[in-house]
């Protein structure tokens, strides 16, 4: 069993800022990758930003310069620093960890944090 713990979503007004924790815990071997996804009311769930282990973060064009992704590797846990915040990116945020085992590989999502930002 594998959990993923998500924390630090909230109201915000447009320009401010917000920061994402998502923590990984129980039967991890080793990780791929972690990441953010997003999904806003009537559309699909799109990639926010991932980073895997030893590479380099991948942000969608609509977040870039505004938000960092950032992994604690000692604690399984990644984050998402999120600035200039814009009405748009009302969604709620769903935590990804890929996680390797001898079996394979496997994606792993926590159950979504709201994020509302206000014009």
């Known amino acids: 069993q594998v959990q993923l713990v998500e924390s630090g979503g909230g109201l915000v007004q447009a320009g401010g800022s917000l920061r994402l924790s998502c923590a990984a815990s129980?039967?991890?071997?080793?990780?791929?990758?972690m990441g953010w996804y997003r999904q806003a009311p009537g559309k699909q769930r799109e990639l926010v930003a991932t980073?895997?282990?030893?590479?380099?973060?991948v942000y969608a064009d609509s977040v870039k310069g505004r938000f960092t992704i950032s992994r604690d590797n000692t604690k399984n846990t990644v984050y998402l620093q999120m600035n200039s915040l814009k009405p748009e990116d009302t969604a709620v945020y769903y935590c990804?960890?890929?996680?390797?085992?001898?079996?394979?590989?496997?994606?792993?999502w926590g159950q979504g944090i709201q994020v509302t930002v206000s014009s």
């Open positions: 129980g039967n991890i071997f080793s990780i791929n990758a």
């Open positions: 990804n960890a890929n996680l390797r085992y001898y079996s394979g590989a496997y994606n792993y």
């Open positions: 980073l895997a282990t030893g590479g380099s973060p």
